[in-house]
Every structure is written in structure tokens, then in C-alpha cells.
């Protein structure tokens, strides 16, 4: 079974890499900008079933390289999910164009090409299962805090695509579902909330990911579902 992960070098992402890099029975592509930790991870595991990439998903060059190194392997994917994620942290009119663009473009438009790009190489005999990694910022009605208009509106637009995507799959025998994170431990939330003390840790966080990319495609098609114990 073929796992791709984005966003896999730090935080979330990469703990991911290294529980499922446990499970003998997942291969396990790990995409990043930095894989000098990934490639620090396999030399330290002694693991055969782990592949680093580097590419920068919000390239259009990239995004065709992966897929490539796919279709070289002859391999089909199982699961995908989309965990990379970019965030600004400023008051609303200070927000630039190139701001919000890079926003955007990690949150919403990367993932969107992604799939777009890969979409051909999914193993449909076998339900497949994307999973997109939202925050509950980007649900309508949580909570919302200031400086983060740019963040919370792509992953709300991450929420919409999930639910668009899930109906439009149906056929091709793919879920894709949306999983909308509260607080943990990571660089982004200290961005975004200097000095707050999340109750989970990325291994923790990643543990509930990694079982519900592997199984809740049996259950879920479509859905928006929180993954929060605390809203900061």
C-alpha cells in the first residue's frame, strides 16, 4: 500500500513519516522542500520502505517530477494527504498581496494541483483515500481569532474542495474526507499564537491521522470533521 505525504520534513507531517514507516506493510513517499531530516529519519530507521522527494508542490515542474518518480515505481496510490500548509499572522489590512497569494497557494491551490495531478495514478480497485489537512479555524461558526483572516479562509476553501471532491470521486472509487485540527504543538501554531501551550504533541496528533487515512475511508466520504480537544 502506497502512502504519499506532504508537508513531511517537520511537526505533524514528519512524525506521520516515521509511524507509518513502522507499518511493514505501507510504502511510504515523503515529499518536502527539506528532506535533509526525512533522509536523517531513514538513515536512522535502516528502512527500505520510505522514499524522500524533494519538491516544492507549489511548482507546477514539481508536482509533474512527483508523479514521475510514481509512475517509475510503477506503483498506484493508496493514500494521499495533503498536510503541507503555509500561514501569515497579521492584522487584516496589513496583509499583502504576496501574502495572501503564498497562502493560498499552499493551502489550497497546491493541494488542488496535486490531486490534479495525481488523480490518474490512484488505485481505484481498491478504495482509495485523500485526506486534507484543514484547521477548525476553517469551519463555519468556531471560534476565530485576529491576524488570521488569510489562514482560516484558505482552509475553510480546503473544507469546501474536500466536500466538492468527495461527491465527484464517487465514481472513481476514491474518498476524501477533511480533517479540521485544533491546537498542537507545532511551528505554525507558535506563529500563530506566540506562547500558547497546546495540550497535544505532533506524535499524538499524527497517530489519529495516520489511523484515519489507513481505515475511516470505510466510514467517511465527503466529511468535515474536527480533531480538537481545545480551540487555543
Not at 113 to 135: A, D, E, G, W, Y
Not at 164 to 179: D, H, M, R
Amino acid at each position: 500500500m502506497l502512502v504519499l505525504v506532504t508537508g513531511a520534513s517537520r511537526g505533524i507531517g514528519f512524525e506521520m513519516v516515521k509511524q507509518l514507516a513502522n507499518n511493514p506493510g505501507l510504502f511510504v513517499i515523503a515529499v518536502s522542500r527539506n528532506i535533509r531530516p526525512l533522509a536523517a529519519l531513514v538513515k536512522e530507521a535502516n528502512t527500505d520502505n520510505v522514499l524522500t522527494i524533494k519538491a516544492d508542490i507549489n511548482k507546477a515542474a514539481d508536482l509533474k517530477h512527483v508523479a514521475a518518480i510514481i509512475k517509475k515505481l510503477n506503483f498506484k496510490i493508496d493514500i494521499l494527504i495533503n498536510n503541507a500548509g503555509h500561514i501569515v499572522n497579521k492584522p487584516f489590512h496589513k496583509i499583502t498581496r504576496e501574502e495572501l497569494t503564498a497562502v493560498y497557494s499552499a493551502n489550497v491551490f497546491a493541494p488542488f494541483f496535486l490531486i490534479q495531478t495525481l488523480l490518474p495514478l490512484f488505485n481505484t480497485k481498491t478504495r482509495s483515500h485523500i485526506v486534507n489537512i484543514s484547521s477548525i479555524g476553517g469551519i463555519q461558526g468556531s471560534s476565530k481569532f485576529p491576524g488570521l483572516s488569510a489562514y482560516s479562509s484558505s482552509k475553510a476553501a480546503l473544507c469546501g474542495l474536500s466536500e466538492c471532491l468527495g461527491e465527484e470521486f464517487k465514481t472513481k472509487n476514491i474518498a476524501v474526507n477533511c480533517l479540521a485540527l485544533g491546537a498542537v504543538q507545532t511551528e505554525m501554531l507558535t506563529k500563530a499564537f506566540p506562547g500558547y501551550k497546546a495540550p497535544l504533541q505532533p506524535h499524538q496528533m499524527a497517530e489519529y491521522i495516520c489511523n484515519f487515512a489507513l481505515t475511516a475511508h470505510n466510514y467517511f466520504n465527503g466529511k468535515i470533521i474536527p480533531v480538537s480537544s481545545t480551540t487555543p
